[in-house]
């Protein structure tokens, strides 16, 4: 019957071009090359964390030659959106790098694999319980932390030297640090420090500084609009000053090192996570060091050891025991924790820190000799943040623009974020 | 379109029966050679069309089910969203500079090339050459860095750079499209070599000068080509995306100066996970297009001149 060929050939050719379009956007975990199976392990970074994680990776391909790690990484902004769009697409990289914020999230989403079904190549004896809790979200093991960072006042030794300003000592309030960033600018002439006003995680050091936090308990704004005008009417009047960035290069900030102020060579100090500040080295090769985040007026410190990143596995991947592998060799082994460092943190496996730290080098060491002299001196970290943080870091640092190019008071830019900001976190 | 499909020998078929087989089947071969744009169109256009009509009335963030939420996205946009007017009036504001500029650009660089005798081949890729990179990221990113604070600009002028202050931001964005005048200027060029020389020489023994001639002939004789660019670039404006994000690096900074229609859209949608909302946004725009398209052709009536309307 020709009619009917006609119709199965219809059909058959009808599938044959759906595959062909299909087949363009195939999965993750496609074996490709000689029959290897291929692994996408994403993160974000700076070239200094580049360089050690593909050492490390080129180490694990060796200790299993049948797998492949294609890795990819860029600076944080341009990789939370990626990841975002990738997994949304249910494309997500079969190893991927998270931040605390994105746990909840991606973990609520479905994104991520319950690690606990790789527990036999993922060991977390050796991980400490309260650190290895932050990667849990409702009881179950979604990622699991890489390091331990804090934030930190990062310096160009050279320049606070000559400029005859005392060095920062082991505590400072933060009006003595806006004093201290005033004359370093009067010394310099460049501005003390990159403008705190836009970053999210300044603001929470100031806030727990007076015994407050970015969010309750139940997910809600931990803090009203008064607050937040308080904090910017402060940064407001340092840039004003002169103090910290002008309102052109804080709106360059996209969280790499490389385009702060300090990074450029244009101011003397960067509030930054101890991690990532290591970037600075290769910036300024005359020397940085760290100095603690300044603390409340009467004393109390808001800066907190934090999970610096986390390493999830995705739900959807067609190797979890392979990326489970290479989670474990990321976190677990001590031939890779010799390569990488302290450039995601310090280590979390204990025998690890115990072991290698007092080998540490260079940078790695002023890292975790700074984190030593806060040990005991800070308050427990915040729980996870709410899902809606994930998008109000990007609003906050946007709302800062409109008060650093005096297109709002900081009182009115204070109430928009807060109106945002509820409308985020119940939705 | 069927009967006119249908090629002359098989009208005058003789018997009936055998007259609607070989249709049938000439039919399925045209299907099976087609299906590949069909599945296309169906698949990657109508498909996703009808999922981000459908997305448009709930609320959806990429990880969790879509929500119903009604005509909410809606009415958040219009009456809540003082963000999302900032990004109408900034694209009104590009689409105002952009348009003219860039058509006024590619016509008078037509002009100039039509009369050229020599080395016209090469003027034309020249200036055609833009269109060609402009879309790409990285002409975009060398935008970025050449209207930067210490960029070449900053040195030239000593105005600082252009994409770190907000009064400036969006005419760098601006720019970056204007210097892609390649497409309209070919169609102008293709316009202008149309018009009669007839017509000049008419011109000229009446004693128009060059100016005159310009007026009375080549604008009327161009307005239907000068209409078509029009209407395309505009249409291409306000959909405005590349430049605006490279430019400003991802933000729509600074104080959301460049914050175009498109890249709030892609704010709420990739960034704050709001895939609903973002999906609304979209199908105002296309309604504004519409609209705006429409509102073009009714007052092309009045100015564009067809030259077979002289023959009724």
């Known amino acids: 019957m020709p009619g009917h060929r006609t119709k199965g050939f219809c059909a058959s050719a009808a599938a044959l071009a759906l595959c062909a379009v299909l087949a363009g956007c195939g999965g993750s975990g496609e074996s490709a090359g000689g029959g290897k199976i291929v692994l996408r392990y994403t993160w974000w970074g700076n070239p200094d964390r580049a360089e050690r994680t593909e050492q490390a990776v080129a180490l694990f391909e060796k200790q299993h030659p049948d797998v492949d790690v294609s890795t990819s990484f860029s600076g944080y902004d341009a990789y939370k959106q990626k990841l975002a769009t990738q997994a949304a697409g249910g494309d997500a990289p079969d190893v991927m790098q998270l931040d605390y914020r994105q746990i909840d999230q991606y973990a609520t989403g479905g994104v991520l694999l319950d690690l606990a079904e790789q527990k036999s190549v993922l060991r977390t004896s050796e991980i400490d319980r309260g650190l290895l809790a932050t990667g849990r979200v409702d009881d179950v093991q979604y990622a699991i932390p890489q390091g331990r960072g804090t934030e930190t006042v990062a310096y160009d030794v050279r320049t606070w030297k000559e400029s005859g300003v005392p060095l920062p000592g082991k505590s400072w309030t933060w009006s003595e640090w806006a004093d201290t960033m005033r004359a370093l600018a009067k010394k310099t002439g460049k501005p003390g420090a990159t403008d705190p006003g836009q970053s999210e995680d300044a603001f929470e050091v100031w806030l727990r500084g007076q015994g407050k936090a970015l969010y309750t308990k139940g997910g809600g704004l931990g803090f009203t609009a008064a607050d937040l005008t308080r904090w910017w009417t402060f940064t407001d009047k340092l840039r004003r000053e002169g103090a910290v960035s002008p309102a052109e290069q804080t709106t360059q900030l996209d969280g790499s090192v490389e385009n702060t102020p300090l990074g450029r060579g244009t101011s003397v100090t960067d509030a930054n996570w101890d991690a990532p500040a290591s970037g600075f080295v290769a910036l300024i090769p005359t020397g940085v060091a760290l100095a603690p985040m300044p603390s409340g007026e009467d004393g109390t410190p808001g800066q907190y050891f934090k999970p610096s990143m986390f390493l999830g596995v995705s739900a959807g991947t067609g190797h979890p025991k392979e990326a489970a592998q290479l989670v474990d060799f990321m976190i677990n082994d001590p031939e890779a924790a010799k390569i990488l460092g302290a450039s995601r943190g310090i280590p979390v496996n204990e025998t690890i820190r115990a072991e290698t730290g007092p080998r540490l080098k260079d940078f790695d060491k002023t890292i975790a000799g700074f984190q030593a002299s806060l040990e005991g001196k800070l308050k427990d970290p915040p729980q996870a943040p709410p899902s809606g943080d994930n998008a109000l870091q990007s609003t906050f640092q946007r709302d800062y623009d409109q008060v650093s190019y005096a297109r709002m008071s900081p009182r009115e830019a204070a109430e928009n974020y807060v109106t945002e900001a509820k409308a985020e976190l119940r939705s | ?312």
């Not at chain 2, 023994?205 to 009375?216: M, P």
């Not at chain 2, 670039?233 to 405005?240: C, S, Y």
């Not at chain 2, 933000?251 to 859209?265: E, F, N, Q, R």
């Open chain 2, 1 to 312: 379109m069927t009967t006119t499909a249908i090629p002359p020998e098989a009208r005058h078929a003789p018997a009936a029966a055998s007259k609607r087989r070989p249709k049938r089947e000439r039919e399925g071969a045209a299907w099976v050679f087609l299906s590949p744009w069909v599945l296309g169109a169906i698949v990657l256009t109508l498909l996703p069309m009808a999922v981000s009509l459908y997305l448009s009335f709930t609320d959806y963030d990429l990880f969790n089910p879509p929500k119903w939420v009604g005509l909410r996205n809606y009415v958040q946009m219009f009456t809540e969203d003082p963000r999302y007017w900032r990004s109408v009036v900034t694209t009104l504001t590009y689409v105002v500079i952009a348009v003219p500029l860039q058509l006024a650009l590619a016509l008078v660089v037509a002009l100039a090339l039509k009369g050229m005798k020599r080395g016209k081949g090469f003027y034309r890729s020249a200036f055609y050459a833009p269109s060609l990179l402009g879309a790409s990221m990285s002409i975009a990113l060398v935008w970025r860095a050449v209207f930067n604070d210490g960029g070449t600009v900053d040195n030239l002028l000593g105005t600082g750079g252009w994409v770190n202050r907000p009064g400036w931001a969006l005419l760098a964005v601006a720019l970056l499209t204007v210097w892609q005048f390649g497409a309209p200027m070919v169609i102008f060029l293709a316009g202008l070599q149309q018009i009669p020389a007839e017509l000049y020489e008419a011109a000229a023994v009446d004693g128009a000068g060059k100016w005159r001639q310009f007026l009375s002939v080549t604008v009327p004789m161009l307005s239907p080509v000068l209409f078509f660019n029009l209407v395309l670039q505009t249409i291409q404006a306000f959909q405005v995306f590349t430049p605006a994000f490279a430019v400003s690096a991802g933000k729509g900074g600074p104080a959301d100066s460049t914050l175009v229609y498109t890249m709030y859209l892609y704010d709420r949608g990739f960034v704050a996970s709001h895939m609903g909302y973002a999906s609304a946004m979209a199908w105002v725009l296309l309604l504004v297009i519409g609209i705006v398209t429409a509102v073009l052709f009714r007052t092309s009536r009045s100015w564009v001149f067809y030259a077979s309307e002289g023959d009724r």
